[in-house]
C-alpha cells in the first residue's frame, strides 16, 4: 500500500517563499512519476507540477504555467521524499496542495490520472 505525507504548509507573505515535502512509502520510489496539485475553495483540483523518471539517473519536470519560473519540484530518491520549493507566493497560490502518485505511467496533468494521494496541506499567502 502506497502512502504519501505531505508536510510544510503555513502562512507566509505575498512574495515569500515555502518548501513542501512529501515522504511516500509502500513501493520503489525512484522510477515513479510524483506530482503536486492544489485546491482552493469552490475549485478543482489543478496541476502544479509533476516529476518522472527518464532513465539513466535523469528526470523530467513539468510545471503549470501559473507556477513555472517560481516554483521547482525535485526528489531525493535515497529519502523517499519529493519537495515543491515555492518562491514569489501570491495570493491566488493559496490552496491545499496534495502529493498524488499514478499506478503507472508518465506525467499527466489530470488529478483523476493519479491513484495514490496524501492528506494535503495548507498554504494561505497573505497579500
Known amino acids: 500500500q502506497v502512502q504519501l505525507v505531505e508536510s510544510g504548509g503555513g502562512l507566509v507573505q505575498a512574495g515569500g517563499s515555502l518548501r513542501l515535502s512529501c515522504a511516500a512509502s509502500g513501493r520503489t520510489f525512484s522510477s515513479y512519476t510524483m506530482a503536486w496539485f492544489r485546491q482552493a475553495p469552490g475549485k478543482e483540483r489543478d496541476f502544479v507540477a509533476a516529476i518522472n523518471w527518464i532513465g539513466q539517473n535523469r528526470y523530467y519536470a513539468d510545471y503549470a504555467g501559473s507556477v513555472k519560473g517560481r516554483f521547482t519540484i525535485s526528489r531525493d530518491n535515497a529519502k523517499n521524499t519529493v519537495y515543491l520549493q515555492m518562491n514569489s507566493l501570491k495570493p491566488e497560490d493559496s490552496a491545499v496542495y496534495y502529493c498524488?502518485?499514478?499506478?503507472?505511467?508518465?506525467?499527466?496533468?489530470?488529478?483523476?490520472?493519479?491513484?495514490?494521494w496524501g492528506q494535503g496541506t495548507q498554504v494561505t499567502v497573505s497579500s
Open positions: 498524488a502518485a499514478p499506478s503507472y505511467g508518465g506525467i499527466r496533468r489530470i488529478w483523476t490520472a493519479y491513484d495514490y
